[in-house]
């Protein structure tokens, strides 16, 4: 009798376990997602001007003027082999140079770019073999160089375009 | 005084009759019982899509989406918490949380389901009775590092239980 009562004792709390273990329900949300292609750049503002004034007795190329007070960040998610290239909106006259170099960190920096002709059709490398990521504060370097023989230039503005791109 | 003992007598008479008339029973067993109810439902599909970025950022622009709900009633004797899974979890780099307001229970506030194949959390010590019409917030973020993701369907399944 008392071996009929355990057994029976047993199976009431299994019964019990049961119920619990059954006292649930569920339902489903279905979820869209995707992330496009970004690509962002952006500079911290403008460079001083770029005077040249001086230059060495007996050579016709003047003293550069340089300026690296600026910086670029990048952000993109495309791929592994993305670039950076420069343009000037007009090139500029024969006999001076403006070269550009920006440093990198998730990519392969190309140093000394000239781009005194490179204008929107004709961009020009300057950063290659960039890696998926970001890229913060990145120094812009100017110089800026021109010959005694082209003569004198009277202060012009240029704007110089950096796109990332495939 | 005949005549007044005959009236007695049928007074007596009626309210016996009544009595008897009255005096009927009759017994019925009634089972009855509530087993425990769990019910969970939401209302409606999300769509999230990152498309932006801060130049230098180390992450892109997260979005968040907090369009949809649930509700649930829950009746059972311990307390009972809402689990959040999803069907396959997310490429490195790729995050989704989920957050359930809950006037029930307790919100666990923010939690990564990203990789929650094995389902984790987002609700407890829900008491009884019934939570209507709260909101689901999916908030879903990338690293750059990751590339993209082309529109993909992932089903989260939340589940109430004890």
Known sequence: MKKIMMVLMIGSLSLMSLENAFAQATTSQNLTLAVNSVYKIATSGNPAPLTISSGTAGSDILTAATDNSTTYSITQNFGNTVKITANLDAVLPAGYTLTITLASTKGTSIPNVNISNATSGSA????????????????????????????????TSRSVTLTITN | MKKLTVLLALVVLTTFALQSAFAQTAAQTVTLEVKAVNKISVSGPVSLLIDDAVPGAAGLVAVSNNASSYSLTHNGS????????????????IKLEITLVSTLGTSKDIQDISNATSAIDVVDNIGKGKDASQTITYNFSATPEAGTLASVAKTVTLTVTN
């Not at chain 2, 311990?78 to 780099?93: D, E, M, Q, Y």
Request: glycine content about 10%; cysteine-free.
């Open chain 1, 124 to 155: 020009a490398n300057v950063v290659t073999a960039i890696q998926r990521g970001a890229d913060a504060n990145q120094a812009i370097g100017y110089s800026f160089s021109a010959l005694a023989s082209a003569g004198t230039l009277a202060s």
């Open chain 2, 78 to 93: 311990t307390t009972g918490k809402v689990t959040a899974s999803i069907n396959t979890a997310l490429p490195t780099g």
